[in-house]
């Protein structure tokens, strides 16, 4: 296993919410990126880590051979990868992402600060 394979494992491990994206949730590089980062910090009060594929090549590279998943954004609950932005979209229209962040906040006993 490579390096960056274990360092794509650990943060996934570590993190229980993770959106993979190009730029960051306030300086986002593209428009997907843009909806996910947006629809992500209205669901989780902004409890969640973000990597910026962009200065990370690695990462960029790898992670969509890990994931079965060739594009970016990619979020990631709880150690499951649930899709890019459509699905986000789609799971956040019908009440099923906000659903699964509270539970996953609940779990890791993440409150609001």
């Not at 910090?41 to 079965?68: M, Q």
């Not at 996953?104 to 609001?112: C, F, G, S």
Request: aromatic letters at 8%; hydrophobic letters at 40%.
């Amino acid at each position: 296993m490579t390096f960056t394979i274990k360092k794509i494992k650990k943060q996934i491990t570590d993190n229980p919410i993770i959106l993979y994206m190009k730029g960051s949730p306030t300086l986002p590089n593209c428009g997907f990126s843009a909806k996910a980062a947006h629809i992500l910090s209205a669901c989780s009060n902004k409890h969640f880590t973000y990597i910026d594929v962009l200065v990370n090549p690695d990462i960029r590279t790898e992670l969509p051979k890990i994931a079965g998943w060739p594009t970016f954004p990619q979020l990631w609950i709880d150690g499951n990868l649930i899709g890019g932005c459509d699905i986000i979209i789609d799971l956040y229209r019908t009440g099923e992402l906000q659903n699964l962040i509270n539970k996953t906040l609940a779990k890791h006993n993440i409150k609001d600060l």
